[in-house]
């Protein structure tokens, strides 16, 4: 039935509801399916070379839809600062890739090329939408055909009669349907979707670059509690590697698939995915909730689709090429982390450990790892606010001594604490075993290392420092040499500046002492607070 590859598994017959659920959904991995809409009747009537373009024009020329309209074409950014939705009459939108099949027809050639991300005349064009310049800045994107929450957002409802649902989804509560289409060349910029997505090619031709979830410290996601913490900040073929050291090797561990008309891809929820089109491409993608995600938080989403394997079991194939990892420490102090093997190529070397590797697994957890794990990392949600997060990240790629003196303030406002029971961070790290903590961290480290970053840097008080050092001494005598320079590696390797992260432990630990000590002097030897066994404080 299947004909597979390493990674990403190609079938050339569409499997049944049950044998996509259990063989392909469940991996939480991308699938090709050629020849999924040969049958549809939009795969004959709207293909531009054979009058789809009047046809469409009959069917729905006089809906009005909601464009994409970007001066950064040919690429087109999901940051809400990037572009403008405006609306657009559909006939005006068909008039525009009639000009541009007749250009095509007559030899004229596309006046810009995606690599270079070269900018045209048409930057300068003050909004009005009457020249060809103009009209490659438009993109159909998104524009429903079938919205299950939203009905009234419904444009294209007509042309539901056109496109069937696969088979294989046939048991599947739809969020919505769209079409895609576009008169130019164009670039959808490097993203993940919550939910899982079905991506039909109708028309034209599309070429998909694919990283996993683990991929998302390579990729730089925007801030999480912005409008746009799906996206990545980077331009994937040629990041600034001073700014994004984590982007060394981010190529290496994506997936290049070419669709052509009739083919679909299975894109999962948290896939990243950056999307190249062809002049008159038209597609039609449907998006459906997870079991695990429908009944998550809103507000969680963006840290759960930053993991690996946290929702779905991998394949023993996808294990095998997927495995996380993190970088060797340069000379420069600069590391990150990414997924798949180490790459020699990339002077870093490989977890020889079973064990290690297993700790780094979220479905491996055992369930108080998880429940602390899940505490941390909603108290890094929790205490960080939008705004300072923004400021954190922001300053995070080249990081200095410290961030912006507003942001310092608020941090030590947070992190001052000496006493265990007024500390949330603290409270938890104390409650954890050593080898509980170490689990934990390297969760931590591979799944949501800005979210460590955070917790290190912004909100570790004296007493947590106090804690953690204490945690990591207990660490150490329960572990062999060789198992705790792997633990460190790992566990440092999820910040830009290690340093920092050293800074900040040790800083807090050296507060902590002195104020153990001036309690001493100043009242009485040995007290035990909360019950603990750290003296001296009150």
Request: aromatic share 8%; charged share 20%; with cysteine.
């Amino acid at each position: 039935m299947e004909s597979t590859s390493l990674r990403i598994r190609s079938f050339e017959q569409l499997p049944s509801p049950m044998e996509f659920e259990s063989l392909i959904e469940s991996s939480n991995s991308p699938a090709v399916f050629k020849g999924c809409v040969n049958d549809w009747k939009a795969f004959s009537k709207w293909k531009p070379s054979n009058g789809g373009l009047d046809y469409l024009l009959e069917r729905v020329g006089s809906c009005v839809v909601e464009a994409m309209l970007s001066k950064s074409a040919p690429v087109f950014y999901g940051d809400l600062r990037s572009h403008e939705r405006v609306a657009l009459p559909f006939s005006d939108f068909i008039g525009f890739c009639k000009l541009r099949l007749q250009n095509a027809e007559d030899g004229a050639g596309s006046s810009f090329e995606l690599e270079s991300h070269g900018k045209t005349e048409s930057d300068s064009v003050d909004g009005c939408l009457t020249n060809d310049g103009v009209a490659q800045q438009i993109y159909l994107a998104q524009v429903p055909i079938l919205h299950v929450e939203s009905e009234d957002k419904v444009q294209l409802e007509t042309l539901r009669e056109d496109i069937n649902t696969p088979v294989f989804l046939k048991e599947k509560v739809l969020a919505s349907v769209n079409l895609w289409m576009n008169s130019a060349q164009a670039r959808s910029s490097t993203h993940y979707d919550p939910h899982h997505n079905l991506l039909c090619l109708v028309s034209g031709c599309k070429r998909v670059l694919l990283w996993p979830p683990s991929a998302s410290p390579m990729l730089y996601p925007m801030p999480i509690f912005g409008e746009s913490s799906n996206h990545s900040l980077l331009a994937v073929e040629n990041p600034d590697l001073l700014v994004y050291p984590r982007a060394k090797c981010l190529m290496e561990y994506s997936q290049k698939i070419i669709l052509h008309a009739g083919d679909a891809l299975f894109i999962p929820e948290g896939w990243f995915h950056q999307v190249d089109s062809d002049d008159l491409t038209i597609a039609v993608n449907f998006w459906w909730p997870s079991n695990i995600m429908s009944g998550m938080s809103e507000h969680m989403d963006a840290y759960y689709l930053r993991r690996n394997e946290v929702l779905c079991k991998l394949s023993s194939s996808e294990i095998q090429s997927m495995k996380r990892h993190t970088c060797a420490l340069p000379s420069s102090g600069e590391a990150g982390s990414s997924s798949g093997e180490l790459n020699l190529a990339c002077g870093r070397k490989g977890f020889k450990g079973r064990e290690l590797e297993q700790k780094t697994k979220l479905n491996d957890l055992e369930s108080h790892a998880i429940q602390a794990l899940h505490e941390l990392v909603s108290l890094v949600h929790d205490r960080i606010s939008a705004a300072d997060w923004g400021e954190l990240v922001q300053s995070e790629p080249i990081r200095s001594s410290a961030v912006s003196a507003e942001v310092e303030s608020k941090k030590a406002t947070r992190t001052n604490s000496f006493c265990l029971e007024d500390d949330p961070a603290a409270k938890i790290l104390w409650n954890l075993e050593a080898s509980t903590l170490e689990s934990v961290f390297l969760a931590m480290a591979f799944n949501f290392p800005r979210t460590l970053e955070a917790l290190i840097l912004h909100l570790l008080s004296p007493v947590a420092a106090e804690v953690l050092t204490r945690k990591f001494d207990e660490l150490d005598h329960l572990t062999t040499k060789e198992d705790r320079n792997k633990f460190y590696q790992v566990f440092y390797g999820a910040f830009d500046d290690q340093f920092a992260a050293m800074d900040a432990i040790l800083n807090g630990k050296e507060s902590f002492s002195l104020q153990a000590f001036k309690n001493v002097l100043d009242k009485y030897l040995g007290v035990n607070f909360v019950g603990s066994s750290i003296p001296g404080i009150r």
